[in-house]
């Protein structure tokens, strides 16, 4: 029986990637994600966002924020990093606040006790 192997399909993913960066479709970004696979089929999840548009951990981020006065513009310095709040992850129990670590591509998860510390609205 012939089967895939990690380093097959992660190159698959990587060729995936580049010939949908290379088609050159604009308003929206394509992103290939997760695999499953099972011998010798795959599937891979590919996520499109339209320029603009939210994506549904910054929409229930803003609803958090509103709610527990958080400001989403305030960043907070951590071992030398940047952060700044990007997201929040409903199905994350333990840390489901998202933070982007500034001038890079970096996502960390904190718990909602860091990010209620870290970020909450000073009243000037």
Known sequence: MT?????????????????????????????????????????????????????EEQQTLKMYADMFGLDLNKTHTVQGKTLKLSGYNSRARKTPYLANEVGTDKTYRISTDQAHLWFAQTNS
């Open 3 to 55: 089967t895939f192997n990690k380093a097959q399909l992660k190159a698959l993913r990587s060729a995936m990637q580049k010939a949908l960066d290379e088609a050159g479709i604009d308003g929206m970004t394509i992103e290939v994600g997760n695999c499953s696979y099972s011998g010798g089929e795959a599937t891979y999840k590919v996520k499109v966002l339209l320029d603009g548009a939210e994506t």
